[in-house]
């Protein structure tokens, strides 16, 4: 299983991008999944297909899931009520699954959690993860660190606390530990395929203006040097052909950042996607599909 994580600044077009993925990859016979990590899900808009919360075939080896964030961090905090209890009780705070959804890191660990039940299930040849415009992948990463930290704090407090708490209930703080241990383990599993150059390619999606390519360079430079390589950039929305003075103006300080980029990153596969002129939807992924893949510009 190949995991194709598309990121990038809000609005660039990283949603239409990972739907031509999956369109691609399920043209090529390649069961895919199209999995939205964004917590404003658009894939079911880009695809035009309610896809729901479970995951959903939408065409040949194509299929697309949004998770319920609701939902999920339902199923989460029955699941590590345990820790939760603990930790909140501890600063006598009583936490709602409700209110629970809108901690801070809480969608990036249910959507981590997600996203590892389907790698551990290897359903699927690919799955292409469309992103959040803040860039999840970040707290991806820094996930195992941080629950690790946590873990060595509790192992620390361990001789001190778990035979009180197993006091206050029979195993209750065997099972604390043998949950943060569980959330470890798959936030290092999702990790750990993330920087595997083998499992995991992360396109960075930009357009050729100012605030997107520097907002692009810090992100490539952050995850790189988290040490997942960023495989390839594609630059959209790029005007081409017009004798309009308007457009003639883009062209030329649009044509100054693709360069710029170009250069940069010349280890680095660029791919570049006209502005169609028009939203992208349904039946025209196909043509940004055949654009970014068919025309060898981008390759799986
Ligand atoms: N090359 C293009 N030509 C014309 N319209 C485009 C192009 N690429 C994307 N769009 C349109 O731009 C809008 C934003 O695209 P998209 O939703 O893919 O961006 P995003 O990066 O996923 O946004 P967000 O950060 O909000 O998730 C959509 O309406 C989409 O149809
Ligand atoms: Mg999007």
Known sequence: MRLIYVAGKGGVGKSVCSAATGIWTSGQGKDTLAFSMDPAHSLSDIFDIDIGSQPKRIADHLYAYEPDLAEGARDFFRRYKNIFTALFGLFEVEVKPEDFKSMPGVSE???????????????????????????????????????????????????????????????????????????????????????????????????????????????????????????????????????????????ASQTCYIQDLKASYSNKRIAVLPDYGAEVKGSSLGQVAEDLYGKGQLII
């Open 109 to 251: 660990l249910i959507f981590m959690d997600k996203l590892n039940d389907i790698y551990a299930q290897k359903k699927y040849d690919y799955v292409v993860i469309d992103s959040a415009p803040t860039a999840m992948v970040l707290p991806l990463l820094q996930l195992p660190s941080i629950t690790t930290g946590f873990v060595t704090r509790v192992l620390g407090m361990r001789n001190k606390w778990i035979g009180v708490l197993n006091l206050l209930e029979s195993g209750f703080g065997d099972s604390i530990l043998s949950e943060i241990r569980t959330m470890r383990v798959k936030a290092e599993t999702m990790r750990n395929a993330l920087i595997d150059p083998s499992v995991a390619t992360i396109n960075v999606v930009t357009i050729p203006e100012k605030a997107a390519v520097e907002e692009s360079r810090r992100l490539i430079e952050t995850v790189e040097a988290h040490g997942v390589n960023v495989s390839s950039i594609i630059i959209n929305h790029v005007i081409s052909d017009c004798d309009c003075q308007f457009c003639q103006r883009k062209i």
